[in-house]
């Protein structure tokens, strides 16, 4: 089993940053994994941010290039968002996923809410 514990979240003003970092533990030590960012806000559905794999190769949501920056400490199975020039659309629960691969068995964390607004 595999525990993911988000941490970061909070309210900031347009323009600032944020960092989230999700910490998984458990059953993950040799085993292939996408770890990634996902945001749902008030009635929409549940969507992509960021991934990362275990090399570092990562993936982005247009809506967030450039402005947030996804990483990994391999060693401690963390995963981080660094959101800068935040905007109020930003505003939602952020979830952390990870995926083992290839059976793309799916763990979630609780979620950290990241409020944006002045």
């Known amino acids: 089993q595999v525990q993911l514990v988000e941490s970061g979240g909070g309210l900031v003003q347009p323009g600032g940053s944020l960092r989230l970092s999700c910490a998984a533990s458990g059953s993950i030590v040799r085993r292939n994994n996408v770890m990634g960012w996902y945001r749902q806000a008030p009635g929409r559905e549940r969507e992509l941010v960021a991934l990362?794999?275990?090399?570092?190769?990562?993936n982005y949501a247009d809506s967030v290039k450039g402005r947030f920056t996804i990483s990994r400490d391999n060693a401690k199975n963390t995963v981080f968002l660094q959101m800068n020039s935040l905007k109020p659309e930003d505003t939602a629960l952020y979830y952390c996923k990870l995926t083992f691969l290839p059976n793309y068995t799916d763990y979630w964390g609780q979620g950290t809410q990241v409020t944006v607004s002045s």
């Open positions: 990362i794999s275990v090399g570092g190769s990562t």
